[in-house]
């Protein structure tokens, strides 16, 4: 079966330091990958999506990148993190539109 | 592009008493739709999914919606609500990507 794992739970750091959050699926080749932010009161918002090895389609131009090294490995990064990078991140994955999305357990960042 | 609309970021309903929770879609399109549940610091996971077949879609825990295209809505119901049925709940819509609303959280009153 499928599984998608996404770490760390949880991240405390300080305001100008980098990010690197992780996030790899098992038991399916070739997924859709996505990566969302969640702020209080704001939703789901989608922030980069990849359909292949090196294909990362941004959505919201922002201090974040993505970067999709393995088939899958979905990363998501800052070099220089900024208050208002706070919020739940959760990473998802999907094999083909109908089947809708399969999210990870997320990451609770807060910059400080 | 796609949009979501989540009417009542909260709404409160008693132990056994019905749930409706409402969601309308942009897209002139009929897009894939989803009902997802979010519990406290956690995940999202897919309550039931609509995606061109019956209009009707029973998903788990007793949950239902309805798609009606007429409306461009795709609420959720269920007939009898349960103290653990407290939660988040977000609408998705989209095809190659997933839009979703701002969410509606739950509360059941004993």
């Known amino acids: 079966s499928q599984t998608i794992h996404q770490w760390p739970a949880t991240l405390v750091q300080p305001v100008g330091s980098p990010l690197s959050l992780e996030c790899t699926v098992e038991g399916t080749s070739n997924p859709n990958l996505y990566w969302y932010r969640q702020a209080a009161g704001r939703g789901l918002q989608l922030l980069f999506y990849s359909v292949g090895i090196g294909q990362i389609s941004s959505e919201v131009p922002q201090n974040l990148s993505a970067s999709r090294p393995q088939d899958r490995q979905f990363i998501l990064s800052s070099k220089k993190l900024l208050l208002s990078d706070s919020g739940f991140y959760l990473c998802?994955?999907?094999?083909?539109?109908?089947?809708?999305?399969?999210f990870g357990s997320g990451t609770r960042l807060t910059v400080v | 592009a796609q949009s979501v609309t989540q009417l009542g970021s909260h709404v409160s309903v008693s132990e056994g008493a019905l749930v409706l929770l409402r969601c309308n879609y942009s897209s002139s399109v009929p897009p894939y739709l989803f009902w997802y549940v979010q519990y406290p610091n956690q995940g999202l996971q897919l309550l039931l999914k609509y995606t061109s077949a019956a209009t009707l879609v029973k998903g788990i825990n007793g949950f239902e919606a309805e798609f009606k295209k007429s409306e461009t809505s795709f609420h959720l119901t269920k007939p009898s609500a349960h103290m653990s049925d407290a939660a988040e709940y977000f609408c998705?819509?989209?095809?190659?990507?997933?839009?979703f609303g701002t969410g509606t959280r739950l509360t059941i009153i004993p």
């Open positions: 998705g819509a989209g095809n190659e990507k997933l839009t």
């Open positions: 998802a994955w999907s094999a083909d539109r109908e089947r809708g999305y399969t």
